[in-house]
């Protein structure tokens, strides 16, 4: 079992940032890959990023140039940095991780966090 804990959330103006982390229990297979995902109210679960332990990241194109992941292995973390935020982008964030890193497929991630909430007001 893997017990991921986000943090970094809250409320943000239009073009301002914020810094996501996510703190794993332990590393597994099952963290190999790690993301983050987003839920904005009344649409489906999207993937936003995703990377894999040697480090190689994929992005959503709609915060690509905007976010940036990252991840300390030593330390099993994750981090996402939101530069220029939209209003669009406000949703909850949610960490997760699995054995390999498929940013359209959220079945290949096995554990997820319990989210942090991200607004972004205009």
């Known amino acids: 079992q893997v017990q991921l804990v986000e943090s970094g959330g809250g409320s943000v103006q239009a073009g301002g940032s914020l810094r996501l982390s996510c703190a794993a229990s332990t590393y597994t297979y099952s963290t190999y890959c790690m993301g983050w995902f987003r839920q904005a109210p009344g649409k489906e679960r999207e993937g936003v990023a995703t990377i894999n332990r040697p480090g190689t990241t994929t992005y959503a194109d709609s915060v690509k140039g905007r976010f940036t992941i990252s991840r300390d292995n030593a330390k099993n973390t994750l981090h996402l940095q939101m530069n220029s935020l939209k209003p669009e982008d406000t949703a909850i964030y949610y960490c997760?991780?699995?054995?390999?890193?498929?940013?359209?497929?959220?079945?290949?991630?096995?554990?997820w966090g319990q989210g942090t909430q991200v607004t972004v007001s205009s």
């Open positions: 997760a991780t699995g054995g390999y890193c498929s940013i359209w497929n959220q079945r290949a991630f096995n554990y």
